[in-house]
C-alpha cells in the first residue's frame, strides 16, 4: 500500500533535440548514482523553491548547452507513482529544439548525443518521454515552422525539407513541399546563395517574425549586439 501522507517531489526533465549528421539527436547523460545507475538519461533537476517551471527548464537547458537561441516547450506532466522506484516523483517535461552550430557540447563518457533511432536503455520512463516530444514536434509543425529551429540561420529549401522529412519519418515530394513552404508565413527569400564549386548555387532562405499560438511554447532569442 502507498503512504499517503508522504509529499512528493517536482522535477523538470528537457528533451534537447537538433540534426547532426542527417539525423535527429537527443543529449543524454550517464547517471552516476542509483537508481538506474549507469543508464542514460534526460537532463533535468528538482524545481528548486524560487523557480517557477519554465525558469526551472530554462536553467537546465543553459547549463547543459549553454545557448539562447532555441524553440522551447512545455510538453506534459509524468506523475505515475511507479515511474520513480525510490520516491513519489512527479515532472514536468519539456522539449527544446537546437541548431547544432550554435552547440559548443563536447561529448563524454557521461554526456552525449545519441539518435533518437537508436537509444540506449533508458532510466525511468524517459523513452516514453522522448517519444512523446517527438510526436508534439511533428504536431507542431503543422501549426508553425519549428523545424526550423534545426536549421542553420540561413538555409536552402532542400535542406528544410530533410529535416522535415527527418522528424515526419517519411519522404515529401519536392514539388509539393516547396509550394507550401514558400507561402509560409515568416519566411524570407535572401538575395544570398550557397557557395559551392561542384553544385548549382541554391538560394538561401531565412525565418523571421514567427509566431505561436500556444502559452507554453517560447522562442528564447540571443540579444543582438549593437
Known amino acids: 500500500m502507498f503512504n499517503e501522507t ?13 540534426i547532426k549528421n542527417n539525423a535527429i539527436h537527443v543529449l543524454l547523460v550517464k547517471r552516476t548514482t542509483e537508481p538506474f545507475k549507469g543508464r542514460w538519461a534526460i537532463p533535468g533537476g528538482y524545481v528548486r523553491l524560487s523557480e517557477n517551471l519554465d525558469e526551472a527548464a530554462l536553467r537546465v537547458l543553459k547549463e547543459k548547452t549553454d545557448v539562447d537561441n532555441i524553440y522551447l516547450e512545455q510538453l506534459y506532466t509524468f506523475g505515475d507513482p511507479l515511474r520513480h522506484p525510490n520516491a513519489r516523483v512527479i515532472t ?5 529544439l537546437v541548431r547544432s552550430e550554435d552547440i559548443k557540447i563536447v561529448s563524454t563518457p557521461e554526456l552525449g548525443w545519441h539518435k533518437v533511432s537508436d537509444l540506449p536503455p533508458l532510466a525511468y520512463d524517459h523513452k516514453e518521454i522522448i517519444q512523446y516530444s517527438l510526436k508534439r514536434t511533428r504536431e507542431r509543425l503543422e501549426l508553425c515552422p519549428v523545424a526550423y529551429q534545426l536549421l ?12 522535415y522529412e527527418l522528424i515526419m519519418e517519411r519522404k515529401l515530394d519536392k514539388r509539393n513541399f516547396r509550394k507550401k513552404a514558400l ?4 519566411l524570407i527569400e535572401l538575395e544570398e546563395y550557397t557557395k559551392s564549386s561542384s553544385k548549382r ?9 514567427i509566431e505561436l499560438n500556444s502559452k507554453r511554447a517560447h522562442f528564447i ?5 549593437k
Do not use: S, W
Open 221 to 225: 532569442k540571443k540579444e543582438k549586439t
Open 92 to 96: 514536468c517535461a519539456y522539449f527544446a
Open 6 to 18: 508522504k509529499t512528493h517531489e517536482i522535477t523538470v526533465d528537457v528533451v534537447i533535440l537538433t
Open 183 to 186: 507561402a509560409t508565413n515568416g
Open 201 to 209: 548555387p541554391a538560394r538561401l532562405y531565412t525565418f523571421e517574425n
Open 152 to 163: 542553420p540561420e540561413k538555409f536552402t529549401l532542400t535542406e528544410m525539407q530533410k529535416a
